[in-house]
């Protein structure tokens, strides 16, 4: 039978180990070490660059169709891991999009869908972009991605909370629209 003092010691023991390792495992600039450079825009040229601003413009306008047409025009031709983030962000887009639809133009009708598959869509599409984007450090190409994490968290919480028959009544808050770090 061990003693109290032996179980005291040991737990001393294994706060010394786990401080140690927490000092060991934090990145360098947190031991007081200069920061790294920072990396180059993974975006490849202006175009490109433009075609990311307009569809953070379009996403904020709650134009989710056409953000994500302007970020799949960049995802053609990017490689891993911009590849995946701008696939995050559309498949971020097509659940609002299911969820909330967007203003129709001139001669252009609603998103007319079963609200239940409307419902179903949204949850893959939060899950898929969640998926996605939670490989990503909490700041990536001028994203608050934790921030947009947290947000597609309570959104989906909010969908199993009111279910597919009152999905007209999500909250517009729910829209990670302030995720954008300012440049």
Known sequence: MRSLASGRSSFAWRLRIGSWLAREAAP?????????PPLPDPLRDS???????????????????????????IWLHQKDPVRSFLQGLIQLTAAYFLLLGEAPGPGQKRLTRPLSSRFHGALRNFAKAEARLGEFPATYLDVDVAAVLQTIDHARRALHALGPERLTEFPQSLIAVGARVPL
């Open 28 to 36: 360098a600039y947190h031991r007081g070490m200069p920061l790294p």
């Open 47 to 73: 175009a490109e660059r433009q075609d990311y601003q307009e569809g953070w413009e379009r996403f904020t306008r709650r134009q989710f169709w056409h953000a994500h047409e302007s970020w799949e025009r």
